[in-house]
């Protein structure tokens, strides 16, 4: 790698930007007791959001990924810092949070339009009020045609679509995506990765996403977070310099492969020091 830092590169850590964060990550540490002592997921993670932001977490299996977006979700709770969004601390699930998950968990006795508004029925609001909405979601990612079918009559991406459609229906201010496409095929996933970057163009929400392919977490976010290895830390923040709308043919450009490099670059880093330590 140069020594000169890419523009794309950011500090790490700017607090004096805190002020204008709408997710704030602060000093957050995450430990588990399990039955063979403690385990360390998430150690310093220091970070903001700002709102609007499109961003992607990637770094090596079992650095703390999902620990940190549940604790940012309000699933999961900090043993120590804390985690401020729209300047409320999170303490719990909120109304204004959308979720989408790995797995679709979709009911199946339910169409994919009552999947969609199943959060609404949850909350108690007005249905009828959010059926121009689902309806628009269902438009947007391909799935208006299907709105009738059950999700057993759906292939692996369409379940994911519904499930993306669910997570926004209630227009949340922050969406969080844990490897809603890790399950799928190459060729379904690049079709979503286009879904998504399309849909994000009409929704402008902030939204943390965790996934496993470097290429989709450049391709489709705003900024990119990189992990090291357990104990787990951020170490890279990159500001990715393509404007919106994503074209697929950005893939192809050289910056956006340079990116890519150095984030496995900076993952492997990690996996190596490890080892040598632990030799
Ligand atoms: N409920 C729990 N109890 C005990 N340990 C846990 C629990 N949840 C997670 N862990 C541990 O915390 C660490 C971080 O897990 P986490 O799932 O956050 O990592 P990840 O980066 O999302 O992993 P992956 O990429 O494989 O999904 C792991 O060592 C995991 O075994």
């Known amino acids: ?12 850590a700017t607090p004096a930007q805190r002020d204008q964060a709408y997710v704030s990550v602060q000093n957050v540490h995450k430990t588990y007791a399990t039955r063979n002592g403690e385990v360390h ?90 059926r121009g909405e689902a309806e628009r979601l269902l438009r947007a990612t391909g799935l ?48 979503m990765n286009l879904m998504l970057a399309q849909l994000w163009d009409q929704v402008h929400k902030t939204a943390l996403f965790i996934t496993h392919s470097i290429r989709e977490a450049v391709y489709l976010s705003d900024r990119v977070l990189v992990m ?8 890279a923040d990159i500001r990715v310099p393509f404007a919106r709308p994503r074209r697929p043919e950005m893939q192809e450009d050289p910056v956006f492969n340079s990116i890519c490099s150095f984030v496995r670059e900076t993952i492997h880093a990690g996996h190596e020091s490890r080892s040598a330590h632990a030799g």
């Open 41 to 130: 997921a998430v150690q310093h993670a220091d970070f903001d959001v700002a709102e609007g932001d499109f961003l992607s977490l990637v770094g090596p299996s079992g650095c703390g990924k999902s620990t940190l977006v549940s604790m940012v979700g309000g699933l999961e709770n900090p043993s120590a810092g804390c985690i401020l969004v729209g300047g409320e601390p999170v303490t719990a699930p909120r109304r204004d949070f959308g979720y989408v998950f790995q797995d679709a968990t979709l009911l199946p006795w339910k169409s994919v339009l009552d999947n969609v508004l199943f959060p609404i029925r949850t909350q108690k609001r007005p249905v009828a009020e959010y």
């Open 144 to 191: 208006w045609d299907f709105r009738d079918k059950r999700p057993s009559e759906l292939s692996g991406g369409m379940r994911q679509r519904v499930a993306i459609c669910r997570g926004l229906i209630n227009d949340p201010r922050l969406l969080m995506m844990d490897e809603p496409f890790s399950a799928l095929d190459a060729i379904t996933r690049d079709d």
């Open 1 to 12: 790698m140069s020594s000169v830092s890419p523009s794309w590169l950011q500090p790490l």
């Open 228 to 235: 090291n290895a357990r104990p787990s830390r951020i170490v």
